[in-house]
């Protein structure tokens, strides 16, 4: 049946869910077990990409203008990370400074 593809396999798993349910089952598990059902494409379809996940288009321009928007988009994350970097630093020194003057200050009892 493998030479005649997955159409033969659906059919014939249709077919014993029609006479007899438990064969049909048991060929929808073994179509599923097997993979006869994936698709070859999705496997090739990732050697194509370039480091950002996507492939050339073909258009230069296009191209030309995807690289710099993402080049501009990834200066713009690493901007923002530090910025958030420093705001946790600031907000770090503020609570230890808090901290430290509650110590120093006299406790009364």
């Not at 698709?39 to 990409?49: I, P, T, V």
């Amino acid at each position: 049946m493998d030479d005649r593809g997955r159409a033969a396999w659906i059919i014939a798993t249709v077919i014993g869910f029609v006479f007899f349910w438990p064969v049909g089952l048991a060929l929808l598990f073994y179509v599923i077990w097997s993979k006869r059902m994936s698709c070859n494409s999705w496997g090739r379809r990732h050697h194509r990409h370039d480091r950002h996940g996507m492939g050339r288009t073909g258009n230069t321009a296009f191209d030309a203008y995807r690289e710099e928007t993402l080049k501009r988009l990834e200066e713009e994350r690493a901007a923002f990370t530090t910025f958030l970097d420093q705001l946790r630093a600031a907000k770090d020194q503020a609570e230890f400074d808090q901290f430290m003057a509650s110590r120093q200050a006299p406790q009364t009892s």
